[in-house]
């Protein structure tokens, strides 16, 4: 029997269909960025030299990421077979979504969260199941054991947490892997140098433990796309059938190992933006507004209302800052990245003034009533 073609144009899956398209607003960022968590400044110049002896012939070749895993894998202390380098960690979070992820299965999110877990699993057939933090943002650790069921595939967890810049304890991310052994536990550490505490030392002693570096964020090379995910072998094997063999580029590649033998650039500039942290708490103490507590390089700041306004100020005045209002639990709340002490000090003066307009428009505002 032939069978007739009955639609007349290719249709994506159901799934797919009811995806939310995702727009990062990445448009106009000459300016201070303090909207993205990045390195505000600049990767190692040892990354710079690298870069300047690649030869037009090597563009011709395929990359060739083994040697280079070995080399990362070697830095962490793991086995090769337990580590693969990523085009991001977004494509980590990607292809691991896509190796455990089938119709029924959930996974579980502490939330508010990074945005990209969301985005990836909503193109699986599973479930998401968010758990929400209590308005001091903490990690919701016991409502996460409770909301564990047999169906849950993955919980995934930004160590430390973005946008709110808390953390989960070893102890807790232990307690979870445990109590969900039929399940992967994916601790992204994109945060890890600005906090100092990783699970990776954890990855023989627990088994469905899974761990995912950056090199977008304290090593400056978000533009490179460079990402770690590290796991038994066992869990590797799998990831490594969906993963493509070519994802990560050949100048990717050639920056990584003068990226992680600059240790002391790492470390400066790691200490650069503790140390203007620190600056910027007091600074926003003074000004008399809410912050929450930050394992990282941002903090979240509650503006209220006028948020949309705030940043607009902000920008205006050549600082961007970035609106997390729609996150869950997030209303009226704006993100702030951490750069080098001078950057901060000049952001502190344009926080200022965008807050002194927005006093002066709801006092006039006041008064007209
Ligand atoms: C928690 C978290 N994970 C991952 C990423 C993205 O990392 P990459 O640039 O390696 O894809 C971000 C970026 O903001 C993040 O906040």
């Known amino acids: 029997m032939v069978e007739l073609i009955t639609t007349r144009h290719p249709v994506p899956r159901a799934r797919v269909q009811s995806m939310k398209e995702y727009h990062p607003p990445l448009g106009s960022r000459e300016a201070l960025r303090l909207d993205f968590n990045e390195n505000t400044f600049a990767c190692s110049p040892k990354v710079r030299e690298a870069l300047a002896r690649i030869s037009a012939a090597d563009f011709t070749r395929y ?17 090769k077979s337990q580590v693969a380098l990523t085009n991001g960690v977004d494509e980590a979070i990607h292809v691991l979504f896509e190796t455990f992820l089938e119709s029924g299965d959930e996974l579980l999110l502490p939330v508010p969260t990074y945005t990209m877990y969301e985005v990836y699993a909503s193109a699986t057939e599973a479930n998401v199941v968010t758990v929400l933090a209590a308005d001091d943002l903490q990690f919701p650790f016991e409502r996460l054991l409770a909301a564990i069921t ?35 536990v994916m601790i992204d550490e994109a945060y890890f140098h600005f906090h100092g505490e990783t699970v990776i030392d954890l990855l023989d002693e627990l088994p469905n433990l899974m761990v995912a570096r950056t090199f977008s964020k304290a090593y ?60 910027f708490e007091a600074a ?3 000004a008399g507004i809410r912050r929450w507590p930050s394992c990282a390089n941002f903090i979240l700041v509650d503006i209220g209302s006028r948020h949309a306004e705030f940043v607009r100020l902000m920008r205006a005045a050549g600082v961007l800052v970035r609106d997390r209002s729609s996150d869950p639990g997030c209303d009226g ?17 344009v926080l200022n003034d965008a807050v002194a307009s927005l006093k002066a428009a709801s006092a006039s505002q006041g008064d007209a009533q």
């Open 63 to 79: 990359p060739e990421r083994e040697p280079v895993e070995a080399l990362v894998a070697a830095h962490l202390g793991l086995s």
């Open 150 to 184: 047999p169906r849950t595939k993955i919980i995934a967890i930004a160590n430390p947490n973005s946008p709110s810049g808390s953390a989960a304890s070893r102890e807790q991310i232990v307690e979870l892997a445990r109590r969900a052994p039929h399940a992967v």
């Open 220 to 279: 400056g090379l978000a533009g490179l796309r460079l990402g770690i995910l590290a796991g038994s072998a066992e869990l590797m094997r799998w990831v490594r059938r969906v993963l493509s063999p070519y994802s990560v580029n050949s100048l990717a590649l050639a920056c990584l190992p003068p990226a992680l033998e600059d240790t002391a650039y790492l470390d400066w500039y790691v200490s650069e933006v503790l140390k203007a942290r620190a600056g």
């Open 284 to 286: 926003l103490d003074k």
């Open 333 to 349: 709340r704006v993100r702030i990245t951490i750069g080098t002490t001078e950057q901060m000090r000049h952001a502190v003066i």
